[in-house]
């Protein structure tokens, strides 16, 4: 897979060879692809339990300054190298493995595959999901392959992930000789206040699964570069990480709410590439924890910290956490795994599947 140049939205050939070795392996595969991206469901057995594992064959751009050829998949000294060694190959594999190698059983083991994760996730996940919701195949659990693992494999499992939304608010006002103020009208002196109060308030304190939810300012400008100018318009920018107290829509109304009481005739656009979520810990998170210590003798911690992931599309469907590989390359020159890690992962995995029930 490393092998086929799978940059997003470009798939060059490496969901077939998923899916060959899945289909040698008993799964059914189903194309679906969307848009100009390609994704896939796989699916073995009948009935329950259904265990889903969710995964994106597609990878960053390899950027400059590799020792390995990015796209060569060449082990050296134990240690696979390429892009999406980490993010996500590796861990798609060390699946397709472990379903593989696990003796057949009572209930159905699927793979959601797609193309379009480290893109605009339009014609990806969310649309396999719809495919699966309407054909009856919603899962009792998903796991994603992220690479959630910080310094040796097993030491994190992510069971949810903050949000993200980011707001721009643009004040207008009357631009003028700053030696003639009664002449102008500074939209700084109402946007300064607004972001004052916006960056005092605290959102939260944290929960027991979440750190406390984070306003920052990202940007402040007015696109003027004279010292004796009144600017006409002052902009600003921020970015707000939020835990599960929180949504799009509430964040919304408290941000509508502080900006009109210091600058009432600002304009305020929001956008959120993805509403927080939490998977409680119940009996498939605690198995998954059990089968990593089992195998790797590390107990994980579970953990919500990161960025997003499509784990927040499957969320909305099933309970759902990540587990993966240490991601201490992903997205960075010379992306490798050690190839004793990928069996390790393996071994998880096949771990999880036998005892899922
Ligand atoms: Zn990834």
Redesign the pocket.
């Known amino acids: 897979m490393i092998r086929r140049a799978s940059v997003t939205p470009e798939d060059a050939g490496a969901q077939a060879v998923l899916a060959q070795a899945l289909e040698s392996a008993g799964f059914t595969v189903t194309h679906l692809p969307f848009g100009n991206i390609e994704n896939f469901y796989a699916e073995r057995g009948a009935g329950g339990p259904h265990l889903c594992f969710a995964g ?1 064959t597609d990878v960053v751009p390899p950027g400059p300054n590799w020792r390995h050829a990015p796209f060569g998949g060449e082990v050296a000294d134990g240690v696979l190298y390429g892009r999406g060694a980490s ?2 190959k590796g861990a798609i594999a060390a699946f397709a493995a472990a379903a593989a190698n696990a003796p057949a059983k009572d209930g159905k083991i699927s793979l959601l595959i797609t193309g379009d ?2 893109g605009e996730a339009l014609n990806g996940t969310t649309k396999v999901l719809d495919w699966m919701a309407a054909n009856g195949k919603i899962p009792d659990f998903c796991l994603v392959g ?2 959630t693992s910080r310094a040796v494999l097993g030491d994190v499992v992510k069971i949810g992930r903050r949000g993200s939304l980011s707001a721009t608010i643009t004040v207008t006002g009357r631009q003028g000789h700053v030696a003639y103020p009664h002449l102008a009208d500074n939209p700084l002196h109402r946007l300064i206040p607004a972001l004052a109060a916006l960056t005092a308030h605290e959102l939260d304190g944290g929960t027991a699964w979440f750190q406390p939810s984070s306003l920052q300012l990202t940007s402040v400008d007015t696109g003027n570069p004279a010292r004796n100018v009144i600017p006409a318009q002052a902009t600003a920018q921020l970015n707000i990480r939020f835990n599960n107290l929180h949504s799009q829509a509430s964040l919304s109304d408290w941000l509508t709410e502080i900006v009109a009481s210091h600058a009432p005739n600002a304009a305020l656009h929001v956008t959120c590439s993805g509403e927080a979520f939490l998977t409680q810990p119940g009996p498939a998170t605690a198995l998954l924890t059990d089968s990593i210590a089992h195998v790797t003798g590390v107990t994980p911690a579970q953990e919500t910290g990161g960025g997003t ?1 499509d784990a927040r599309f499957i969320a909305r469907h099933c309970p759902v956490a990540e587990f993966g590989l240490v991601g201490a390359t992903m997205h960075q020159a010379d992306e490798c795994v050690p190839v004793s890690e990928l069996l390790a992962l393996t071994a998880v995995y096949q771990n999880f599947i036998e005892r899922f029930a």
């Open positions: 994106h993010d996500m994760e480290e992220e690479p992931s």
